[in-house]
């Protein structure tokens, strides 16, 4: 490995394995588990996206704490993800025998009661070149664009809550993709406000190196000056941190990454690390420093989950240890409202004490970090904080980013409620009719 460091060991050469409904009982810590949960397993993976691998088996989850185990429940599907009446109705289907069509029709009702497009991501957003319009981008914050490479719209392993999985559970009318780098590179030239492209998923870490290439290279070959940053969003360093060491093509994604840099773009892999554990590994300390050895920054985001990581020691120790390790804290995130939103809800309040608690006691050097904050459809909202203003209980929030860049950075009230846990709960503070955004 010609990044550095002694050279990996052949059990830490893993070959990747994939399960999924179809052969999940090949693993063999599943032996251990009843036949009840199984079968609620099975019902709720019907309807959620349901992938893991044995990394993720082997190293991350702990078998003695399944069921409550957070990396267990962060890719395994549980019953309570579902909504009682769902449940209800699938389990009912399956125990019946009914015919696949009639299975099928039901997920597929499920699925589309689930919000799978939250935040008006499918009609909106998405750009247009020559009056035709562009499939595979977002273009929704004016320094930055999303590119949705069409071979990296899935992931090494699927989190339970994610908002992403109509794009990788086969509702294909639904599933943004696009083929067309050409198209992003004239829209870059069109577009000089736009400082940032960001490939995303998905997983675009999921593709060879050799493909990944296709799409970034041109795009440095292109020269575009004003384009000053490419970005990967990727959950890899979490699910599958071979990627970075002992992949047949690790060295090839490695060199990638440093042709970025040499060209005088920053390279930045946006990490998705949702629990202190995924981190303890040394095969993710390994990819951490081949990765940073490249010149490229990592920084790192994760949803607050409840029942995975709704606890301030926990954030405490993975901003440190991030830290530690060379990455920069960068967002905590509000869950979409999508999915098993029911199950995995944090209440904004709540958020805010986990947050400001953890906060507290990191370094100045993880306060970087931003956050608790809602992807709406106006924006990025921060919620700063609850304040008493005049007797009124309120909610003091911020676009970090939004659909219009005067918004940034205004604060704004909403009135408290101890439930609420997305915009959509909110009221305006102060007997105002609407927000200023509305
Ligand atoms: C979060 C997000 C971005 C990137 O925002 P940054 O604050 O620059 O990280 C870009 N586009 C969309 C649609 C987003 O949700
Ligand atoms: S890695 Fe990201 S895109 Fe993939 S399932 Fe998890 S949250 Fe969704």
Not at 25 to 45: M, T, V
Request: proline share 6%; aromatic share 10%.
């Amino acid at each position: 490995m010609i990044y550095g460091g002694p050279s990996i060991s052949d059990a830490e050469r893993k070959k990747y394995s994939a399960y999924t409904l179809s052969n999940y009982k090949d693993i063999p810590q599943i032996e251990d588990l009843s036949q009840q949960h199984l079968e609620e397993i099975e019902i709720a993976a019907r309807i959620l996206p349901f992938r893991v691998n044995n990394y993720v088996i082997e190293e991350l989850i702990n078998w003695n704490d399944v069921p409550n185990d957070p990396i267990f429940t962060l890719t395994f599907p549980n019953r309570d993800m579902l909504l009682p009446q769902h449940y209800e109705k699938m389990a009912d289907l399956l125990r019946n025998d009914a015919t696949e069509e009639d299975i099928q029709n039901e997920i597929q009702k499920i699925r589309l009661s689930l919000n799978p497009h939250p935040a008006g991501q499918l009609e909106k957003n998405v750009p247009e070149h020559d009056g035709k319009i562009i499939h595979g981008m977002q273009h929704k914050y004016d320094e930055t664009i999303l590119f949705f490479p069409a071979q990296g719209q899935t992931c090494h392993a699927y989190c339970t809550f994610c908002f992403r999985w109509a794009q990788f559970i086969g509702m294909d009318d639904l599933k943004f993709a696009s083929r067309e780098i050409e198209l992003l590179i004239s829209y870059l030239q069109e577009h000089p406000e736009i400082k940032d492209v960001l490939f995303t998923g998905g997983d675009p870490m999921t593709m060879s190196a050799g493909l990944l290439k296709k799409y970034i290279e041109p795009v440095l070959e292109a020269d575009i000056r004003s384009l000053e940053n490419i970005r990967i969003g990727t959950k890899s360093l979490s699910y599958w941190p071979q990627r970075f060491v002992s992949d047949k093509d690790s060295e090839d994604i490695l060199s990638l990454f440093s042709n970025v840099t040499e060209h005088k773009k920053h390279m930045a892999l946006m990490a998705h690390f949702n629990h202190p554990r995924e981190l303890s590994t040394d095969i993710v300390k390994k990819a951490i420093q081949n990765i940073r050895a490249t010149g490229t920054q990592i920084r790192t985001q994760s949803p607050l989950i409840a029942h995975i990581n709704d606890e301030p020691a926990l954030w405490e120790e993975m901003w440190s240890e991030q830290v530690r390790l060379g990455c920069v804290p960068y967002y905590m995130f509000m869950v979409r409202n999508t999915g098993a939103k029911h199950y995995f809800d944090v209440p904004m309040a709540r958020a805010w004490e986990i947050f400001q608690k953890a906060y507290q006691n990191v370094s100045g050097l993880a306060r970087t970090v931003r956050g608790p904050s809602m992807s709406t459809d106006p924006g990025k909202i921060n919620i700063l904080g609850v304040q008493e203003i005049n007797d009124e209980k309120v909610f003091l929030l911020e676009f970090l980013q939004g659909r219009e860049s005067k918004w940034v950075r205004k604060p704004f009230f909403a009135k408290y409620s101890p439930t609420a846990s997305w915009l959509n709960d909110l009221e305006p503070a102060f007997g105002k009719e609407k927000f200023f955004f509305e």
